[in-house]
């Protein structure tokens, strides 16, 4: 059976709808949602099931962990530990936005969620109907992208339905995000960071937002 599809705002999302998708992750479902960049997988990080879930319907190893959505940093203290002060930088100048951090776990977080690394990718992205989601569950959500691993991520519900729609049940449809490129996702550990993936912020906007010269300008 094909995932159930409802329009929402992406300005204005309405309550009623929020909470019903909220009603879907709190029974341990998986649902695809709109972000900022691409449409994402919202689940619950603390239910092993729903994460299971979330691995078996991307076809996603195991061995790769899953981001997580934050609506605040100060949410994001409580799933890390031992911030690096590039985490509060980049956070301060990035977040809410297409920047994906990656840091130490805190011990609230289920290691599966980690992919048993005890390293955990935060993003509070500039999203209301995500940001929303989380206020209303009181706790942060996953933040996949809702594609088949190795399959082009999706920036429109269309696009959604046609590789996810037989898995999910449900999908919020807010229309075309617009993007072109993900989340930057920039990996902190003490005061040494590298770009996993360059995505809408570049390396350039790191270094720069770290008081660093660029490659080019000190070559």
């Known amino acids: 059976m094909a995932a159930e599809l409802l329009k929402v705002s992406a300005e204005a999302p309405e309550n009623s709808t929020l909470r019903y998708?909220?009603?879907?992750?709190?029974?341990?479902q998986v649902v695809g949602v709109p972000t900022d960049t691409f449409y994402g997988l919202a689940a619950d990080p603390?239910?092993?099931?729903?994460?299971?879930?979330?691995?078996?319907?991307?076809?996603?190893p195991e061995a790769r962990a899953l981001p997580i959505l934050v609506n605040s940093l100060e949410q994001a203290r409580v799933f890390s530990r031992d911030l690096p002060d590039a985490f509060l930088t980049l956070a301060?100048?990035?977040?809410?936005?297409?920047?994906?951090?990656?840091?130490?776990?805190?011990?609230?977080?289920?290691?599966?969620?980690?992919?048993?690394?005890?390293r955990v990718a935060l993003r509070w992205a500039n999203s209301r109907i995500a940001c929303s989601l989380i206020d209303i569950l009181e706790g942060p959500v996953t933040?996949?992208?809702?594609?088949?691993?190795?399959?082009?991520?999706?920036s429109n519900a269309a696009q959604l339905m046609k590789q996810l729609g037989e898995r999910l049940p449900l999908v919020l449809d807010s229309g075309e995000t617009g993007a072109a490129l993900a989340s930057t996702i920039v990996d902190l550990h003490d005061s040494h960071w590298r770009i996993l993936r360059e995505g809408v912020v570049s390396e350039a906007d790191?270094?720069?937002?770290?008081?660093?010269?660029?490659?080019?300008s000190s070559a």
């Open 21 to 28: 998708a909220c009603d879907f992750i709190q029974r341990g």
């Open 46 to 60: 603390f239910n092993l099931a729903a994460v299971e879930q979330i691995y078996r319907i991307k076809g996603r």
């Open 92 to 118: 301060g100048k990035f977040w809410p936005g297409p920047l994906t951090l990656l840091v130490d776990a805190s011990r609230r977080l289920p290691l599966k969620v980690t992919a048993n690394t005890g």
């Open 143 to 154: 933040g996949t992208s809702a594609n088949i691993s190795g399959f082009p991520a999706c």
């Open 206 to 216: 790191i270094r720069r937002a770290l008081g660093e010269e660029s490659e080019a």
